[in-house]
């Protein structure tokens, strides 16, 4: 048996990844509830593309943060399962 193999914190792993997905949700809620529905009015204000940025927010803003997610997700999860020595 050679002594180069790391064992696996699985604990830390989880810890890690749950925390992750957390942040991201969070992010993704504040984003499409937060700024489609509950800052709409105040957001409205300001323009974007000539529409009222509560709108756009509504309509496109939280798809684009979305898809921004869902590639930091993949690009940190790379991150967590080499710190860990997790194959994916």
């Given at each position: 048996?050679?002594?180069?193999?790391?064992?696996?914190?699985?604990?830390?792993?989880?810890?890690?990844?749950?925390?992750?997905?957390?942040?991201?949700?969070?992010?993704?809620?504040?984003?499409?509830?937060?700024?489609?529905?509950?800052?709409?009015?105040?957001?409205?204000?300001?323009?974007?593309?000539?529409?009222?940025?509560?709108?756009?927010?509504?309509?496109?803003g939280a798809?684009?943060?979305?898809?921004?997610?869902?590639?930091?997700?993949?690009?940190?999860?790379?991150?967590?399962?080499?710190?860990?020595?997790?194959?994916?």
């Amino acid at each position: 048996m050679t002594q180069d193999i790391k064992e696996i914190d699985g604990k830390g792993y989880w810890k890690a990844t749950v925390s992750l997905i957390i942040t991201l949700l969070v992010i993704w809620f504040a984003v499409s509830f937060g700024a489609g529905i509950l800052f709409r009015d105040a957001l409205d204000n300001f323009r974007i593309g000539g529409a009222p940025l509560g709108f756009w927010f509504s309509q496109q803003g939280a798809i684009y943060v979305f898809m921004v997610l869902i590639f930091y997700y993949c690009i940190a999860m790379n991150r967590i399962e080499k710190k860990y020595n997790v194959k994916g």
